[in-house]
Nanobody, 118 residues
Framework: QVQLVESGGGLVQAGGSLRLSCVVSGGTFTNYRMGWFRQSPGKEREFVGSIRISGGITNYADSVKGRFTISRDNALNTVYLQMKNLKPEDTAVYYC???????????WGQGTQVTVSS
């Protein structure tokens, strides 16, 4: 069974940095992509960015381009979300997800809270 476990969330001041990790287990992910999403109270979950497991092609939401970077370590089955120049509006629960390319997001982690203070 596929499992995703996020870690690395916390409280940081505006302008600071955090790195989130997502460890994936329970499957082979050659044709998969990994994604990061976030959800703030009262808002819908929104896409942050994604990376293809094979090839490493990335895609980002406009709101985080230039500040967030997604990378992966296939040997460790881990995907990272490096967040820099954080803003209070980045405060949210961050989720990682995975799924076959072109077939949506079939598996989700439990989420990790990121709080950015002004």
């Amino acid at each position: 069974q596929v499992q995703l476990v996020e870690s690395g969330g916390g409280l940081v001041q505006a302008g600071g940095s955090l790195r989130l990790s997502c460890v994936v287990s329970g499957g082979t992910f050659t044709n998969y992509r990994m994604g990061w999403f976030r959800q703030s109270p009262g808002k819908e979950r929104e896409f942050v960015g994604s990376i293809r497991i094979s090839g490493g092609i990335t895609n980002y939401a406009d709101s985080v381009k230039g500040r967030f970077t997604i990378s992966r370590d296939n040997a460790l089955n881990t995907v990272y979300l490096q967040m820099k120049n954080l803003k209070p509006e980045d405060t949210a629960v961050y989720y990682c997800a995975t799924g076959v390319i072109g077939r949506g997001w079939g598996y989700w982690g439990q989420g990790t809270q990121v709080t950015v203070s002004s």
